[in-house]
C-alpha cells in the first residue's frame, strides 16, 4: 500500500472517530464536530481523486464518428 493511500484512509477513519465522539456527547462541541468532518471529507476527496471517471474513456462505437 502506498503512503497516499495510507494517509487518506487514516484521515477518513479519524475524522469518522472524532465526529462520532463529538457527536455522541449530551453535551457535543460543535467545533469538534466540524473538525472532524471536515478531515473527513479531505479524506474522501483526497481518494476521489484518484478514482478515473467514467468519462474519460471512449466507447468502441464512438470511435468511428
Known amino acids: 500500500m502506498s503512503m497516499s493511500r495510507v494517509l487518506n484512509l487514516l484521515l477518513i477513519i ?3 472517530l472524532i465526529a462520532i465522539y463529538a457527536k455522541a456527547g449530551v453535551d457535543q462541541n460543535q467545533y469538534l464536530l466540524i473538525g472532524g468532518i471536515v478531515i ?17 474513456q471512449e466507447s468502441p462505437s464512438n470511435k468511428d464518428e
Open 14 to 16: 479519524v475524522g469518522g
Open 40 to 56: 473527513l471529507m479531505i479524506g474522501v476527496y483526497r481518494i476521489s481523486k484518484n478514482i478515473p471517471s467514467k468519462n474519460d
